[in-house]
């Protein structure tokens, strides 16, 4: 059975809400020092977990405002359940509340492949099985399922095919914690390509990188939310993805790199040498 009408409804159903709220007076809190929630992430969130909670009863979901609320109800109840919904109600919040048009919806559903007990959920095995990756202020829409390829607006999309680094447009990202972390990345790898954009929502430099928009896109400290969609997406239009030292992730992992697999093996020896 597939999931992606559902995921597809609901993912735009999400985007019109939070362009509605967007010409709102919303609240705006700060959960740490500049990192940012508003009311309309809360309202998001409530949406694609109440539409999730009535149309699959027995699925546990991980979404990134109530995980921050419930951490260990949630975790529990991602403990006891085969199908994991993996839900970032607005990646680029700090965009949003800017008005600058760079923020998405992310919707991703997982599938457990084994009933093995893991420490905890964070060491899951699985696999990805549908996603969407909704920008309501571009109106562009990115799904995927397993097997089954990557879309945008209806059109089937795939990585660049830019050979090599030198003519390669990159993005990154300086999460909160993992911004200090990458400056010796970024000041290696800034001379080497043809440019690097800082958009600053994860799930749209992954996406971007799927359509070739970008060549490529790394950032440290990521969380499962920011990617889980952008990784189903970009794998399914032909993309590469690694730590950046090249060796394989987990999606609760947290540092990420996807590219359009030609320039991979180039960019992964300079991060390297940092
Ligand atoms: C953030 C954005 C940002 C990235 C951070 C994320 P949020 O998500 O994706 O680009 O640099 O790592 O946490 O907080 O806006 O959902
Ligand atoms: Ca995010
Ligand atoms: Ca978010």
Redesign the pocket.
Known sequence: MSHLPFILKTIKQAGALILKKSKTNYKIQEKAKN???TEV?NLSEKLITKAIKSTYPKHSILG?ESYFAHKKEISEEIESSEYIWII?????????VRNLPF?AVSIALFKKTTTKKSKNFEYLEGELIAGAVYIPKLEELYYAEKKKGAFMNGKKIQVSKTPKLEKAVLAT????K?AMRNLPYFKKVIGKCRAIR????????IVYTATGRFDGYW?F???A??IAAGLLIASEAGAKISDTNGNSIDLFGQDIFVSNKKIHNELVKIFRTV
């Open positions: 990192d940012l929630v992430d990134e970032d109600p607005i990646d680029g919040t700090t965009n949003f923020y990202g300086f999460h909160l993992g800082r958009f600053g929502a994860s799930a749209i430099d950032e400290n990521v969380k939310w920011d």
